[in-house]
């Protein structure tokens, strides 16, 4: 439970259906540790006090688990390691494989839980032909975030509940207001929940602490010396405002070149790539294909998505050929799969051609 309107209606519908309940917020990122008086949006004492209310009017017990280290270990170590490799990560979903779905998974027996469930606008379907649980789209494409759940193994989500993969967002706001929980019009957090306001660059410098800054050189495609920049981690692909650069035309981060600390910047039409190639896919709807599987690939969030054919290689990766180019496919973020509204599996974006 993290506080938010969500997850309090998820708790509120499983009450309803007649489902014991354990309420658990999770101490993620100690916000007064390194950097005092700077809160993300997560793990706040008003979030906490927030989701005990609601556990207290519905009638359920509650707990607050410190999962700190982990979450250090597997999602905020991993994000500061991945922009200084030049990639951008995706640490919500790695969160959801490693933390929320991985240790806490692993802790809920020990309070007598057999399942977790979140405010995650995602749909499962048990598949009694296939013997699997298949994951959806959820009914409302606007909040759908199965994109961050490609992760997740079979036996995850056997044991996964996400009661508002139905729901549209006035609903679950709606059916706040008439249970009476005072988190019906709270806000909703749009960001990562452990960088502050002052964004990721800031926040990565703040974990470096004294690593010696690793300058480089801005190109364009040429090789043409542009400028210079102070660090690959303050980029991602097809970004094009902060590049320091005064050229009367805009451009945009077409590749980071981690191993010479080199940015490659180019015109809006040179964004765009034919392929991606996913090392380690994890397959979900279907068993890891022996050849080629026509889908529709989302490279990130608010991506709506395009046809492609997945060519699976002798290693267990695949490469994403797409029917038309796409641009700004950014190494680090995720490629999913889908076949209409069901995910058949997704992976990390290694590179893209």
């Known amino acids: 439970m993290s506080g938010g309107v969500d997850s ?21 990122y100690d916000a007064g540790g390194p950097h005092p008086g700077r809160f993300g949006r997560c793990c706040s004492p008003r979030d906490f006090m927030d989701a005990r209310e609601v556990a207290e009017r519905i009638g359920f017990p509650f707990y607050v688990l410190n999962m700190e280290r982990e979450f250090r270990e597997s999602v905020i170590d991993d994000f500061v390691d991945q922009y200084r490799q030049g990639k951008t990560p995706l640490p919500c979903a790695r969160c959801n494989t490693q933390v929320k779905f991985g240790e806490l998974m692993d802790r809920a027996g020990t309070l007598g839980c057999t399942q977790v469930a979140t405010g995650h606008y995602a749909r499962l379907h048990w598949d009694p032909v296939a013997e699997r649980t298949r994951l959806l789209r959820s009914k409302d494409r606007e909040k759908d975030q199965s994109y961050f759940l490609f992760g997740l193994t079979s036996s995850q989500l056997d044991r996964a509940r996400f009661p508002l993969g139905d729901l549209d967002k006035q609903s679950v706001r709606q059916l706040a207001r008439e249970a009476g929980l005072a988190v019906a019009e709270k806000p909703e957090s749009m960001d990562i929940c452990f960088v502050p306001e002052e964004g990721y660059r800031g926040f990565i410098e703040k974990e470096l602490g004294e690593v010696p800054r690793e300058d480089g050189e801005i190109v364009n495609s040429e090789g043409k010396l542009l400028g210079r920049h102070s660090g690959i981690h303050r980029f991602t692909v097809g970004q094009r405002h902060g590049l320091g650069l005064a050229t009367g035309v805009s451009l945009y981060v077409l590749e980071i070149q981690p191993e010479f600390r080199r940015i490659v910047v180019g015109g809006r039409e040179a964004q765009t790539r034919g392929s991606c190639h996913v090392p380690a896919p994890n397959w979900i709807g279907i068993n890891a294909p022996p050849g080629p599987v026509d889908a529709v690939v989302q490279i990130r969030h608010r991506h709506p998505g395009e046809e492609a054919t997945l060519w699976p290689d002798l290693r267990g990766g695949v490469t994403v050929r797409f029917r038309d180019p796409q641009r ?23 590179s893209a051609n």
């Open 8 to 28: 309090s209606v998820a708790a509120l519908l499983l009450h309803r259906q007649g489902e014991s309940l354990v309420g658990i917020s999770l101490q993620l």
């Open 328 to 350: 700004a496919i950014a190494p680090g973020q995720a490629a999913v799969f889908y076949r209409d509204d069901e995910v058949l599996g997704g992976g990390t974006i290694q």
